[in-house]
């Protein structure tokens, strides 16, 4: 059953203080994992001495910080932690174009963990620039993976008269994705519990995905991509989203992909699934090479890079 806004006293307590930070003018942009090690290694960096601290790089925190209202709503949440002899928030809030995003706090080593990050600013980006250039009219639109809701809700917010939905297997992410829509008070959002499309029906206008693509160790739902090299569930994604685009509908998947001497196995993959007149596709590097410390993990050995990469495919007919 479709969920339309949060529904719990946990979730309404969350929702209160994404509405407290916001007209508090916080502000805070994402980084990698890599980079936010770095930040917080820095000396002085041990303790939050700031909300943006607390909230954004995931520092330990006095309770005396926070006003006796934050931190109530903190604990109905069930959003803090002890830590030592201080507070930590498992929560992060990160900002993208005037949206507040709330997702797991760093490091994100849980397994139904929430990401949120610079893929996510890139995928927006890839959406928006679609959304500009495509001459279909979006009646219906899904965000596979919804993670955040970031998708659905830059979908949603340039579609007012469209139907979005958002899909996730990871109850986490379908919670921090209704507490999403309703502090940006869009409407048109639905989110559900699927396995990509395999719980919702009908065809869409625009499908939307930015699935996790690394080998994990411990598969984490919000991090493993499967197969090989990671790229098993963007191959199943493209395979359901195919048969479920209207004419004149699009796919759009952003994901990541390991090169292996030179070679591209997710783009030869496409070649021949894409043959003939039936779709349309561009597929196209957005950035060669990010998260390089992954190429130490088992597994990467003849990986030269991963890169990422935008498939946007529309169906002709």
């Given at each position: 059953m479709?969920?339309?806004?949060?529904q719990?006293?946990?979730d309404?307590?969350?929702?209160?203080?994404?509405?407290?930070?916001?007209?508090?003018?916080y502000?805070?942009?994402?980084?990698?994992?890599?980079?936010?090690?770095?930040?917080?290694?820095?000396?002085?960096?041990?303790?939050?001495?700031?909300?943006?601290?607390?909230?954004?790089?995931?520092?330990?925190f006095?309770?005396?910080?926070?006003?006796?209202?934050e931190?109530?709503?903190?604990k109905?949440?069930?959003?803090?932690?002890?830590h030592?002899?201080?507070l930590?928030?498992?929560v992060?809030?990160?900002?993208?174009?005037?949206?507040?995003?709330v997702?797991?706090?760093?490091?994100t080593?849980?397994?139904?963990?929430?990401?949120?990050?610079?893929?996510?600013?890139r995928?927006?980006h890839?959406?928006?620039?679609h959304?500009r250039?495509?001459?279909?009219?979006i009646?219906?639109?899904?965000?596979?993976?919804?993670?955040?809701?970031?998708?659905?809700?830059?979908?949603a917010?340039?579609?007012?008269?469209a139907?979005?939905?958002?899909?996730?297997i990871?109850?986490?992410a379908?919670?921090?994705?209704?507490?999403n829509?309703?502090l940006?008070?869009?409407?048109n959002?639905?989110?559900?519990q699927?396995?990509?499309?395999?719980?919702?029906?009908g065809?869409?206008?625009?499908?939307?995905?930015?699935p996790?693509y690394?080998l994990?160790?411990?598969?984490r739902?919000?991090?493993?991509g499967?197969?090989?090299?990671g790229?098993?569930?963007?191959?199943r994604?493209?395979?359901?989203?195919?048969?479920?685009?209207?004419?004149?509908?699009?796919?759009?998947?952003?994901?990541?992909?390991?090169i292996?001497?030179?070679q591209?196995?997710?783009?030869?993959?496409i070649?021949?699934?894409?043959?003939?007149?039936?779709?349309?596709?561009?597929?196209?590097?957005?950035?060669?090479?990010?998260?390089?410390?992954?190429?130490?993990e088992p597994?990467?050995?003849?990986?030269?890079r991963?890169a990422?990469?935008?498939?946007?495919v529309?169906?002709n007919?």
């Amino acid at each position: 059953m479709p969920l339309d806004s949060p529904q719990t006293a946990a979730d309404q307590a969350l929702l209160q203080l994404g509405k407290r930070l916001r007209a508090d003018g916080y502000h805070f942009t994402c980084v990698t994992p890599a980079t936010h090690a770095l930040v917080n290694a820095r000396p002085g960096a041990e303790k939050a001495c700031t909300v943006r601290d607390v909230f954004g790089w995931s520092r330990p925190f006095a309770g005396s910080m926070l006003s006796a209202d934050e931190l109530d709503l903190m604990k109905t949440a069930g959003v803090v932690k002890s830590h030592r002899d201080l507070l930590a928030s498992t929560v992060r809030w990160s900002s993208l174009d005037g949206l507040l995003l709330v997702h797991s706090a760093y490091p994100t080593q849980a397994s139904d963990a929430v990401f949120f990050g610079p893929d996510s600013y890139r995928f927006a980006h890839v959406i928006q620039d679609h959304l500009r250039s495509t001459p279909k009219r979006i009646e219906r639109a899904v965000d596979i993976g919804c993670g955040t809701g970031v998708g659905a809700l830059v979908i949603a917010r340039a579609a007012q008269h469209a139907q979005v939905t958002a899909v996730d297997i990871n109850p986490k992410a379908l919670r921090f994705t209704a507490v999403n829509t309703a502090l940006a008070d869009i409407g048109n959002v639905s989110v559900q519990q699927s396995d990509i499309l395999q719980d919702v029906t009908g065809q869409f206008d625009l499908i939307v995905a930015n699935p996790p693509y690394m080998l994990d160790d411990g598969e984490r739902t919000y991090r493993h991509g499967g197969g090989s090299l990671g790229a098993d569930l963007s191959r199943r994604i493209i395979e359901q989203s195919l048969e479920r685009l209207s004419v004149g509908g699009s796919l759009l998947l952003y994901t990541g992909v390991a090169i292996v001497e030179g070679q591209d196995a997710l783009l030869e993959g496409i070649r021949e699934q894409l043959a003939g007149p039936e779709f349309s596709w561009v597929y196209r590097e957005i950035d060669p090479d990010v998260f390089g410390e992954q190429l130490l993990e088992p597994g990467y050995e003849r990986v030269e890079r991963i890169a990422a990469v935008a498939l946007t495919v529309m169906r002709n007919r």
